[in-house]
């Protein structure tokens, strides 16, 4: 019996060597077909392989983008993507139909959500500081099959986002020039073209909407700025966000002193409808849902780390510093809105601004100043967020270019401007006709789920690399230990899964629909032309050979393995 039990365990022991040792050390011939190997085994096993994040760490060196971003400028790119569309249009109308003034819990509710992903982010990205965000983790932890999932995922955080700001930008235009200058702009061309209906889950044509050009105007002049170069585009980010943080700010202490309590009664309206996603407790965690659009954008600091001086630092500090910076005015700024304004009224594109007219109304006192500055305000936030989103998804197709999984086209770098402009092109045409023609609660409630499941992928890479590559170095560690740190990505991946839960039914269908639409595009397309299917060893030779000396000896462990290119055994080998 102790015989067995010693086997058992050197079964296990040896069992758990050859799992660690998957990761630790890919050789590239591993990746090719065994001469012994049928076809569908080979293909089945193909979807598991993993991209060394060695190879990763080689291949950034060679991308060809400008590393000219500081800490504080990844701040700002974080707190440009968090602040906008969330707290200028979906807070209000999450109050109106789901919370109520308990939006505010709703809004902490979802920040602790995100500040789980916040840490496992942070450590990812001290690992591997390389464009592509999720995509390029779930790639390193869980193979290629699920990092096309997730690469795929993560165009409804970032393009389908972009679309929901574009809107949302749009209707902040129309009222801006309505307060300024009195001007009413005819909603034929600055409505999306179509309306939806959440309840019935329809989508019809609203007779009368033609196209928003507001939107797809200001969407094509980011995608312009972000082709001319990052440095360009990141201080124009930096200036718009000061502004942006200086109008909330006004808001906030200009409105606080003329509060009507009375507006917080009932602070958690009662449930009368029968569905339980609106208003009484449940309704806080569907709120949850809708407003945990509004903290996505600290991961989009991680695609930017092929363009950031220092990423295994920086990256960490602009994550988790935009996010608790945003937080924060998040909470003050509902507080201030749901006192001023009663709930009921919110359920507008420009909530903020409803809340001005009515203190102004309320007390009598001239208001219009605070009106013109807070939707300047408005319009320079949400082209923020604009503008990190669009180079976000810009750097997760560049990305996937690079590793076959798109078409090489789109990876191209600009040789004069050296950003990834087919890609940006790309995405920022898509984004504007989503923007003309989709309205902003279903484009954003299919991001917020997207966004969620991007996340729990992220959470899982965090604990496979604490027990398969513990020798991989870390600038930044969850705090805890080696045990109780997990509890992080642990509590994370919960959360995520309850949030996506409480979704409305017809948003997780639509998630399953998109989902396999990227399945058809991967089996018919991407699978067979990925470098690691087409030419695993000449790809990993390559990236050792151009990889500069400094990194492949490089005193903090960032090596590249050496393998030699024997042409004859891949020949040999590789039959499908």
Same mark, same amino acid.
């Given at each position: 019996?102790?015989?067995?039990?010693?086997?058992?365990?050197?079964?296990?022991?040896?069992?758990?060597?050859?799992?660690?040792?998957?990761?630790?050390?890919?050789?590239?011939?591993?990746?090719?077909?065994?001469?012994?190997?049928?076809?569908?085994?080979?293909?089945?096993?193909?979807?598991?392989?993993?991209?060394?994040?060695?190879?990763?760490?080689?291949?950034?060196?060679?991308?060809?983008?400008?590393?000219?971003?500081?800490?504080?400028?990844?701040?700002?790119?974080?707190?440009?993507?968090?602040?906008?569309?969330?707290?200028?249009?979906?807070?209000?109308?999450?109050?109106?139909?789901?919370?109520?003034?308990?939006?505010?819990?709703?809004?902490?509710?979802?920040?602790?959500?995100?500040?789980?992903?916040?840490?496992?982010?942070?450590?990812?990205?001290?690992?591997?500081?390389?464009?592509?965000?999720?995509?390029?983790?779930?790639?390193?932890?869980?193979?290629?099959?699920?990092?096309?999932?997730?690469?795929?995922?993560?165009?409804?955080?970032?393009?389908?986002?972009?679309?929901?700001?574009?809107?949302?930008?749009?209707?902040?235009?129309?009222?801006?020039?309505?307060?300024?200058?009195?001007?009413?702009?005819?909603?034929?061309?600055?409505?999306?073209?179509?309306?939806?209906?959440?309840?019935?889950?329809?989508?019809?044509?609203?007779?009368?909407?033609?196209?928003?050009?507001?939107?797809?105007?200001?969407?094509?002049?980011?995608?312009?700025?972000?082709?001319?170069?990052?440095?360009?585009?990141?201080?124009?980010?930096?200036?718009?966000?000061?502004?942006?943080?200086?109008?909330?700010?006004?808001?906030?202490?200009?409105?606080?002193?003329?509060?009507?309590?009375?507006?917080?009664?009932?602070?958690?309206?009662?449930?009368?409808?029968?569905?339980?996603?609106?208003?009484?407790?449940?309704?806080?965690?569907?709120?949850?849902?809708?407003?945990?659009?509004?903290?996505?954008?600290?991961?989009?600091?991680?695609?930017?780390?092929?363009?950031?001086?220092?990423?295994?630092?920086? @990256? #960490?500090?602009? !994550?988790?510093?935009?996010?608790?910076?945003?937080?924060?005015? %998040?909470? +003050? *700024?509902?507080? $201030?809105? =749901?006192?001023?304004?009663?709930?009921?009224?919110?359920?507008?594109?420009?909530?903020?601004?409803?809340?001005?007219?009515?203190?102004?109304?309320?007390?009598?006192?001239?208001?219009?100043?605070?009106?013109?500055?807070?939707?300047?305000?408005?319009?320079?936030?949400?082209?923020?967020?604009?503008?990190?989103?669009?180079?976000?998804?810009?750097?997760?197709?560049?990305?996937?270019?690079?590793?076959?999984? @798109? #078409?090489?086209? !789109?990876?191209?770098?600009?040789?004069?401007?050296?950003?990834? %402009?087919? +890609? *940006?092109?790309? $995405?920022? =045409?898509?984004?504007?006709?989503?923007?003309?023609?989709?309205?902003?609660?279903?484009?954003?409630?299919?991001?917020?789920?997207?966004?969620?499941?991007?996340?729990?992928?992220?959470?899982?890479?965090?604990?496979?690399?604490?027990?398969?590559?513990?020798?991989?170095?870390?600038?930044?560690?969850?705090?805890?230990?080696?045990?109780?740190?997990?509890?992080?990505?642990?509590?994370?991946?919960?959360?995520?899964?309850?949030?996506?839960?409480?979704?409305?039914?017809?948003?997780?269908?639509?998630?399953?629909?998109?989902?396999?639409?990227?399945?058809?595009?991967?089996?018919?397309?991407?699978?067979?032309?990925?470098?690691?299917?087409?030419?695993?060893?000449?790809?990993?030779?390559?990236?050792?050979?151009?990889?500069?000396?400094?990194?492949?000896?490089?005193?903090?462990?960032?090596?590249?393995?050496?393998?030699?290119?024997?042409?004859?055994?891949?020949?040999?080998?590789?039959?499908?």
């Amino acid at each position: 019996m102790e015989g067995s039990s010693k086997e058992q365990a050197s079964e296990n022991k040896t069992s758990l060597g050859n799992f660690t040792a998957r990761y630790a050390k890919a050789d590239p011939r591993s990746y090719l077909q065994r001469d012994d190997e049928s076809n569908s085994h080979y293909w089945f096993r193909r979807l598991g392989h993993l991209k060394p994040v060695e190879l990763m760490w080689s291949e950034s060196e060679t991308s060809g983008l400008n590393r000219v971003l500081t800490s504080w400028q990844l701040v700002f790119i974080g707190i440009g993507a968090i602040i906008g569309t969330g707290i200028f249009v979906l807070s209000g109308q999450a109050a109106a139909k789901n919370a109520g003034p308990a939006i505010t819990i709703s809004f902490i509710v979802a920040a602790i959500a995100a500040g789980f992903a916040a840490m496992s982010y942070s450590e990812m990205a001290s690992m591997i500081p390389v464009a592509g965000s999720a995509y390029t983790y779930a790639y390193a932890t869980m193979g290629e099959f699920v990092a096309w999932i997730i690469g795929w995922d993560l165009i409804l955080e970032y393009m389908v986002g972009a679309a929901t700001v574009g809107v949302g930008w749009s209707g902040y235009f129309v009222k801006f020039f309505a307060v300024a200058a009195k001007v009413q702009f005819g909603e034929s061309w600055t409505k999306p073209t179509v309306e939806w209906d959440e309840k019935t889950a329809t989508i019809s044509y609203e007779p009368g909407h033609y196209f928003n050009v507001p939107g797809f105007v200001i969407i094509m002049l980011v995608t312009a700025v972000l082709c001319i170069g990052i440095r360009q585009s990141a201080w124009m980010n930096a200036g718009i966000v000061i502004i942006k943080l200086f109008v909330i700010l006004l808001f906030i202490f200009a409105l606080c002193a003329f509060v009507d309590r009375g507006n917080y009664v009932p602070y958690v309206p009662p449930n009368t409808t029968g569905n339980w996603h609106f208003f009484g407790a449940p309704g806080i965690f569907a709120a949850a849902t809708t407003v945990f659009f509004s903290y996505i954008g600290f991961d989009a600091v991680t695609t930017a780390a092929l363009e950031a001086k220092n990423p295994r630092r920086d @990256l #960490p500090i602009g !994550i988790i510093g935009s996010l608790v910076i945003s937080t924060v005015m %998040y909470i +003050a *700024t509902c507080t $201030v809105m =749901t006192g001023a304004a009663n709930y009921e009224l919110l359920n507008v594109p420009t909530p903020v601004t409803v809340a001005v007219d009515e203190v102004q109304r309320r007390t009598g006192r001239d208001f219009r100043w605070l009106n013109i500055i807070v939707t300047l305000g408005a319009l320079c936030g949400l082209t923020s967020v604009l503008l990190i989103n669009l180079l976000a998804q810009s750097r997760v197709f560049y990305a996937m270019a690079k590793d076959g999984l @798109l #078409p090489s086209f !789109i990876g191209k770098v600009h040789p004069r401007f050296k950003t990834p %402009y087919v +890609a *940006t092109i790309i $995405v920022g =045409t898509i984004t504007a006709l989503l923007a003309a023609v989709l309205p902003v609660d279903l484009l954003g409630n299919m991001t917020s789920v997207g966004t969620l499941l991007a996340f729990f992928v992220v959470h899982a890479g965090v604990i496979v690399l604490r027990f398969t590559r513990p020798d991989v170095e870390r600038r930044f560690k969850i705090p805890g230990g080696k045990y109780v740190s997990l509890l992080f990505p642990i509590c994370g991946m919960i959360i995520s899964v309850l949030l996506i839960a409480v979704a409305e039914p017809s948003t997780i269908w639509r998630l399953f629909i998109w989902m396999g639409v990227g399945w058809i595009i991967y089996f018919g397309y991407s699978i067979r032309r990925s470098k690691l299917h087409r030419d695993p060893v000449g790809h990993f030779s390559h990236a050792q050979t151009e990889a500069p000396e400094t990194v492949k000896h490089d005193s903090e462990g960032l090596q590249v393995q050496e393998y030699e290119y024997v042409p004859e055994h891949h020949n040999n080998s590789h039959r499908a």
